[in-house]
């Protein structure tokens, strides 16, 4: 434990923490030595990016995928999903609702589609909402592998930040959660390519894996660092019961919703102390284990939330994960509750704000 404590103390002045720190930090599970934890990561989050929340509110597009990830719940061979599709017209007008709901970004998410009558609808749809928002509005996409010139088309066409998640950089544990066609080296590939094409860049992992250790998740932090990231979103995996891990390892206990929370809001914290001034989601994955799951992670470092804005109608297919959570509520509800619970722990909302990553305005000299 004091081993513990001189790697917090020696956190506060600095993110360069070894492997064996990052995996020490991570298996904290003292009470009081966590709220310590989570308190320097807070205080970290409060120099570096200030006590601030942005809204980015998200819209998936789209359940359709040609992806067949072992974990998620919309993927290709999930033959009980009713699969659906916004129109161009549907995407924009809920950018519309959250530029008008003062919220700074959206994000448009969607299952993977590589064919060309997807990708010119985004080019399409991604010009019209910066066109409408007078150039404002942050744009965030997160619709997974495309070629370089894929991403420079979208890029050119206004979108600002590209999310793609690595999902572990331990190479057996990525061959486990994936067919052997779903490759790692595709996906460092991508996330290079968007690093060239000049986006903010965000990626993650999912935390509480089958077989995931300790040092496998510091291993993953410092593959952040390595990479010099703008922007982190990651969450506790959680089964979803028709895909083939949600059937090897069924829905969790109270214990295990607890367990991976837990977790969850770790993985936040040291990232925060270690990467300092990136922008950290709350991902959503956290509030289907509590209902103000996000609002801890805000707690312990991260200084984004994502709001859903799918109609209310297109949620319940969205599932990547059971029990996600607000699937019967609207984007107004979405709005006015989380609003008062951030408001709740004392953070101001950055209403109208775009929120860019303060660590790519550094990295490109704004
Ligand atoms: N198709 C795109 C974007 C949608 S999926 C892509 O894969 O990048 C977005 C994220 O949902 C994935 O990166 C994955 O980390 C997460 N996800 C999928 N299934 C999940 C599950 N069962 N539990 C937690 N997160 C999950
Ligand atoms: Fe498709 Fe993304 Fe789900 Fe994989 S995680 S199946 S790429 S939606």
């Not at 996330?191 to 509480?208: D, K």
């Not at 270690?274 to 289907?288: E, G, K, P, S, W």
């Amino acid at each position: 434990m004091s081993n513990v404590n001189a790697i917090l103390k020696k956190a506060k002045v600095s993110g360069d923490l070894s492997r064996e720190e990052i995996a020490a930090l991570l298996s904290i599970t003292n009470e009081t030595m966590l709220q310590k934890l989570y308190d320097t990561a807070y205080a970290v989050k409060a120099e570096f990016v200030g006590r601030v929340a942005y809204f980015r509110g998200l819209i998936e597009c789209s359940n359709f995928c040609i992806k067949d990830c072992y974990y998620c719940g919309i993927r290709r061979s999930n033959q009980n999903v009713e699969r659906f599709q916004m129109d161009e017209e549907e995407i924009f007008k809920e950018a519309m609702w959250a530029h008008e709901a003062e919220y700074g970004s959206c994000v448009i998410q969607s299952g993977e589609r590589q064919d060309e009558a997807y990708i010119a609808m985004i080019e399409r749809v991604v010009r019209r909402i910066a066109a409408a928002s007078g150039g404002t509005m942050g744009i965030t996409l997160s619709l997974g592998e495309q070629t370089e010139e894929v991403y420079r088309r979208w890029k050119d066409a206004g979108a600002h930040r590209y999310l793609l998640r690595i999902e572990t950089t331990n190479p057996e544990l990525y061959a486990k959660i994936h067919p052997a066609d779903h490759s790692m080296e595709v996906r460092k590939a991508c996330l290079e390519s968007l690093r060239r094409t000049g986006y903010q860049v965000g990626t993650g992992v999912m935390m509480g894996l089958p077989g995931q250790t300790m040092e496998d998740l510091a291993d993953d932090i410092l593959f952040l660092k390595a990479i010099d990231i703008d922007m982190v979103g990651m969450g506790p995996y959680i089964p979803h019961s028709d895909t083939p891990m949600g059937q090897e390892i069924p829905a969790y206990t109270d214990a295990e919703k607890s367990a991976a929370l837990q977790l969850g809001l770790k993985m936040i914290a040291v990232t925060r102390i270690v990467l300092r001034d990136i922008n950290i989601a709350a991902a959503t994955a956290l509030q289907a284990l509590e209902y103000t799951g996000r609002e801890q992670g805000l707690k312990c470092g991260a200084n984004v939330i994502m709001p859903n804005l799918t109609e209310t109608e297109f949620r319940p297919k969205y599932q990547l994960y059971d029990n996600k959570p607000c699937t019967d509520e609207n984007s107004a509800m979405c709005r006015g509750c989380l609003s008062g619970r951030i408001k709740g722990i004392g953070e101001t909302i950055g209403f109208n704000e775009r929120g860019d990553s303060l660590h790519y305005r550094k990295r490109v000299g704004e």
